[in-house]
């Protein structure tokens, strides 16, 4: 059974810092994702990322996989209020026919 | 471009009242899933169908029924309203062949 840790779980930053959350599963996994969720809303997809060292960037989005480490990052670069919101990771379980676990979320807050 | 639609958006039950939560996608996509989110716990998987007439569960399945006789539709089924059972639930779609998944708006169900 996989399981799923994301760090922090809250996060209070000022706009223009960077920051990074740490997402770290247990077991074996074939790819994974991030999402964001703003209150109220469904999941809005940012990043599949499907080997080891798989590096993308979206905007002042970067995630990255290390699969080895069973850990994947979303790097924060210069914060804006807009990035506000509510990041989960999902790593996916069980090979091609498997699916999304969820990790508890790390809800950011950007503050001018 | 519906993609995946649930229906309803926001829903109120009495205890032991049933209800069925309906799931519809037009992407023809094989694997369809069901996931509860509550407040600080991210979202858990309740059941999942990797195919017409295939369903299995998840993590928390215990007082939901489902079934899947079409590729296009996965309903989910309270048989007897919990007050636990009050959470938002969302369905997910994917693809063997792609590596997006697709959730819908999100039902919002209480049970009083």
């Known amino acids: 059974e996989l399981k799923v840790e994301q760090n922090p779980l809250f996060l209070s930053m000022q706009e223009g810092k960077n920051y990074t959350i740490y997402c770290n599963y247990s077991t074996t996994s074939d790819r994974l994702y991030w999402y964001r969720q703003d209150p109220g809303k469904s999941l809005e997809s940012l990043f599949v990322?499907?080997?080891?060292?798989a590096v993308k960037q979206e905007g002042r989005l970067m995630a990255s996989l290390d699969t080895k480490a069973r850990l994947s990052t979303l790097h924060i670069t210069a914060a804006v209020h807009d990035l506000s919101a509510t990041y989960f990771c999902a790593p996916r379980y069980g090979g091609s026919q498997g699916n999304l676990i969820f990790g508890k979320g790390t809800k950011l807050s950007v503050k001018p | 471009n519906a993609g995946v639609t649930q229906t309803p958006k926001f829903q109120v039950l009495k205890t032991g009242q049933s209800m069925t939560l309906q799931c519809a996608q037009d992407?023809?996509?094989?694997?369809m899933s069901w996931y509860r989110q509550d407040p600080g716990m991210g979202l858990r998987l309740i059941h999942y169908s990797v195919g017409a007439g295939i369903t299995d569960q998840g993590e928390v399945p215990n007082g939901y029924n489902v079934s899947r006789s079409t590729t296009e539709d996965f309903p989910l089924r309270l048989l007897s309203a919990a007050p636990s059972q009050t959470s938002v639930y969302f369905c997910?779609?994917?693809?063997?062949?792609?590596?997006?998944?697709?959730f819908g708006q999100g039902t919002r169900l209480t049970v009083v």
């Open positions: 997910a779609s994917s693809s063997g062949t792609s590596t997006e998944a697709f």
């Open positions: 992407m023809n996509h094989e694997y």
């Open positions: 990322l499907l080997s080891n060292g």
